[in-house]
C-alpha cells in the first residue's frame, strides 16, 4: 500500500543549529512534492514544490532536496529560530492518475533557545 | 476575498445531528479541496472539486457525508447523523488549477461531537 513516513514524532533542536525532517514514501511515483508549515490551530502554509526532475531547491533559510531513488525527501531550515517551531508536512502528487494530494502525518519542530 | 476563509470556527454539537460546514475560497481558484484532521494527525482527503467537473468524492468517509460546491465559488460539507468519531478540524483549501498548484487553506473548523 501506499505510505508516507515522516522522520519522527517531535524534534527539539537548538536555536542557530540546522534542522532536518525526513520525509520517506513507497509504492509512489510522485510528480512533485511539496513542504507545508502548520502553527496550531492554523491551516497548512506551502513552503516550497520540488519537481521530480528536480535535486534540491532553495528558498532563504530553507532548502528541500528530492532522491526518487532512495524515495526520500529531506526539509533543511538553516540558523533555525525559535519563530521556525511548528509542525511540517510533507505532501506528494502522484504520477500514477490518481491525482489526488497525500499528506504526511508532520513533524512537530520545536526550536529552543 | 484576501484568503480562503471558513465558518464556523468552532462547531459542538450532539451526537446524532446534522452539520453543515462552508468554505469561501479565493476568488478565481477552480479548485477546491475538503480534509479532515483528527487530533495529531495528519490530513485526510475528503473531496474535491474542479470547475464544471464531477467532484471526486473517493474520500469520503460513509454516506453520511456529503459536498456541494456552486459554481467555482462557496461549498458546503454536510455531515449527517454526526458521530463523536466525526470529531475533527475540518479544513478547506483552494488552488487556481487541479493538483499542479500549491493549495491554500483556510483556518479549518473544529467540529466536536458530544
Known amino acids: 500500500s501506499q505510505k508516507i513516513e515522516q522522520n519522527s514524532e517531535a524534534l527539539n533542536i537548538q536555536e542557530g543549529k540546522t534542522a532536518t525532517l525526513t520525509c520517506n514514501y513507497t509504492?509512489?511515483?510522485?510528480?512533485?512534492l511539496q513542504w507545508y508549515r502548520q502553527d496550531p490551530g492554523r491551516g497548512p502554509v506551502f513552503l516550497l514544490l520540488?519537481?521530480?526532475?528536480?535535486k534540491e531547491k532553495r528558498k532563504e533559510r530553507l532548502k528541500v532536496t528530492f532522491d526518487t531513488t532512495l524515495k526520500q525527501s529531506l526539509f533543511h531550515i538553516t540558523a533555525s529560530q525559535p519563530a521556525d517551531s511548528a509542525t511540517y508536512l510533507c505532501a506528494l502528487e502522484s504520477n500514477f492518475g490518481n491525482e489526488k494530494l497525500t499528506f504526511g502525518t508532520g513533524t512537530r519542530l520545536t526550536i529552543i533557545p | 476575498g484576501a484568503g480562503v476563509s471558513q465558518s464556523p470556527s468552532n462547531k459542538v454539537t450532539e451526537k446524532g445531528k446534522d452539520v453543515e460546514l462552508r468554505c469561501d475560497p479565493i476568488?478565481?481558484?477552480?479548485?477546491l479541496y475538503w480534509y479532515r484532521q483528527r487530533l495529531g494527525q495528519g490530513l485526510e482527503f475528503l473531496i474535491y472539486f474542479q470547475g464544471n467537473s464531477a467532484p471526486d468524492k473517493s474520500g469520503l468517509p460513509s454516506d453520511r457525508f456529503s459536498a456541494e460546491r456552486t459554481g467555482e465559488s462557496v461549498s458546503t460539507l454536510t455531515i449527517q447523523r454526526t458521530q463523536q468519531e466525526d470529531s475533527a478540524v475540518y479544513l478547506c483549501a483552494s488552488s487556481p488549477t487541479v493538483h499542479t498548484d500549491t493549495q491554500y487553506f483556510g483556518p479549518g473548523t473544529r467540529l466536536t461531537v458530544l
Open positions: 520540488i519537481r521530480e526532475n528536480e
Open positions: 476568488s478565481g481558484h477552480t479548485a
Open positions: 509504492n509512489y511515483s510522485p510528480a512533485y
